[in-house]
């Protein structure tokens, strides 16, 4: 499809064959061949009306009107060709998809198609692998799917994700992240990067539409966070766990609910927030601002309401979000931490020993929740189901927080059950008492030894 609309938007009068040479779908031999092929069906096909005649077939499997016998610059294959009047019967000849030379696979040609493939398969993540096949994640894990591909095809993949501007980055960089959109499929946030064998990419789909917390299987009691209006909640968890969901739907809920002023700083934009009660502004590192602390620094003086933050990466990012909570703001963002506890740890470890107790103080007095979460294989196949770890930072946590005692906090999230707190590990069990998982999946995603022995 895109070799066909590159060649009707381009003025001068060029055949089809010309194009697909120039897009890098087939190389002059194989096209040569191709034609060839074609060009002797049409032969054979003649020779039978001659002798008595066949009824037409698809037009895919004639030359191009006009190609001279052996032109590679003159028919394009028979898979794309453009009808004609008359052409071969389909049960006498063999399909022009399979000429005596070696052509990709149409699927191959065409990323929007792979990625839609890999999304109604139910795939989470699809790779793309330099001399490796196709993988694609379901329910957590990765599976092959197709043979090997060349790195020169995956290359010719992956560039058909990026504008010119963004594929001169990857080559200068060797690694971009940007979104590519599927028209009726949704969004894909990816990953492309150079390696050894060359270009690969991982493609993570993102509904059209932000989810609910409901389709999300989290817990009512994660709905309240979105009443703050001042302060920090943090969404946390490993890679893959879903923490871009969750944020999303709660950043949905405040923009159904409350007329404020949602801004989001995101490398790139993945779900898309139009705006609804609340107004939305959506900003991409690297396209609308040039670094997420340029972008917090900044926000200060758009009157944001709510500022969502993609990832706190950085010592300078987590200063300013802190500042931001503390200022009036209320923030949320998301962290690569196993656990509330230690995402507290992690918060204030960052900054240098000499600013640690001020820190402190200042995430006691602007943490509001830490929802820590993972997503483990559901019992029958399928795909996962959400364990999840929600601290709410009450007076007593904050105690502890300011006074360096933080491992006292999971005593107080084994017992703050009325408040909406629970650790993962009783959220583990309550998933293997519903059925929902297994005792040996429940086993690997425990936090303590002796949890597993119990």
């Known amino acids: 499809m895109a070799a066909l609309d590159e060649h009707e938007r381009r003025p001068e009068p060029r055949r089809f064959g010309s194009v697909l040479v120039e897009l890098g779908l087939v190389s002059k031999p194989q096209l040569a061949a191709l034609v060839a092929e074609q060009n002797r069906l049409v032969e054979e096909h003649r020779a039978r009306q001659a002798a008595g005649g066949a009824s037409p077939q698809p037009a895919s499997r004639q030359a191009a009107p006009g190609a001279p016998a052996g032109s590679a610059e003159e028919a394009p294959p028979a898979a794309e060709a453009p009808p004609a009047a008359e052409a071969p019967p389909a049960a006498e000849a063999p399909p022009a998809a399979a000429p005596r030379a070696s052509v990709a696979s149409p699927e191959l040609n065409d990323l929007d198609a792979v990625l839609q493939q890999g999304v109604e398969k139910g795939a989470s993540d699809v790779h793309v692998h330099s001399g490796a096949p196709l993988q694609l994640r379901l329910a957590g894990a990765l599976t092959a799917n197709g043979a090997p591909v060349p790195p020169e095809k995956a290359e010719s993949l992956l560039m058909k994700a990026l504008s010119s501007q963004d594929a ?42 932000p989810p609910g917390l409901a389709e999300l299987g989290l817990p009512e009691s994660v709905e309240k966070f979105v009443d703050y209006h001042q302060g920090m909640v943090l969404v946390t968890g490993p890679t893959g766990c879903g923490k871009t969901s969750t944020m999303a739907a709660l950043v949905d809920l405040v923009n159904e609910r409350r007329p404020d002023h949602i801004l989001t700083v995101e490398d790139p934009i993945e779900y898309l927030h139009p705006s609804k009660k609340a107004l939305v502004n959506q900003r991409s590192v690297e396209r609308h601002t040039g670094s997420f602390a340029r972008a917090l620094r900044a926000a200060l003086r758009e009157d944001p309401d709510v500022i969502v933050i993609g990832e706190l990466r950085d010592l300078e990012t987590i200063s300013l979000a802190l500042t931001a909570a503390e200022t009036g703001h209320f923030v949320l963002a998301t962290l690569h931490t196993g656990s509330s506890i230690r995402t ?8 240098p020993s000499n600013q640690q107790d001020q820190v402190r103080t200042m995430l006691s007095e602007s943490l509001r929740a830490v929802i820590s979460q993972r997503l483990i294989p559901r019992a029958d196949g399928n795909g996962r189901v959400p364990a999840i770890e929600t601290l709410v930072v009450n007076r007593a946590v904050a105690n502890l ?23 993962l590990e009783q959220s583990i069990r309550q998933l293997v008492s519903e059925g929902a998982i297994t005792q040996e999946q429940a086993n690997e995603h425990m936090e303590e030894k002796q949890e597993k022995a119990a």
């Not at 690694?175 to 270009?199: I, K, S």
């Not at 507290?344 to 900054?351: C, L, P, Q």
């Open 344 to 351: 507290i740890n992690r918060m204030v470890g960052a900054f």
């Open 168 to 209: 001169t980055l990857l080559r200068e960089r060797g690694e971009l992240d940007v979104c590519h959109t599927v028209r009726g499929v949704g969004r894909f946030r990816a990953n492309l990067y150079r390696q050894q064998a060359g270009y690969d990419g991982v493609f993570r789909f993102i509904p059209p539409n």
């Open 401 to 423: 927080i300011r006074e360096n005692k933080t491992f006292q906090i999971q005593s107080i999230l084994q017992t703050g059950g009325k408040q909406g707190m629970i650790t």
